[in-house]
């Protein structure tokens, strides 16, 4: 019986196991969110240029609910003041991508903290 007992036990830790990697890899490499903001060029500092990044922007941004966050990304080139911008960023990476939006293709709730 200690055998069945030992098999069990290695089953469920084998099955925790699976479930702690595949959660990590899910919150590292697959959960994102977007958050929109608007180009302020009063926030951008230049920085010593690493891996092509030239400029880090520090921008209040917000998501598809219109909750607020200050989020921090770099960039090659200073990007066009005014622009709308969205923002894909993952929990444990930050900013992985960024593009650049029309005002009617912001969430209602973000268009209500922009005013054109």
Known sequence: MENIGEKILLIIFVLI????????????FY???DYYSKIDNSKIIEIAEKN??????????YNQNGKQKEIKFKTTRELKEGAFIKLGVMM??????????KYEELPSEVKEKYSL
């Open 17 to 28: 196991a699976i479930g702690i990697v595949g959660g990590a890899w899910y919150f590292m």
């Open 31 to 33: 959960e994102s969110s």
């Open 52 to 61: 092509g990044m030239k400029y880090e922007y520090t921008l209040d941004c």
């Open 92 to 101: 444990t990476r930050g900013v992985t991508s960024w593009e650049e939006v």
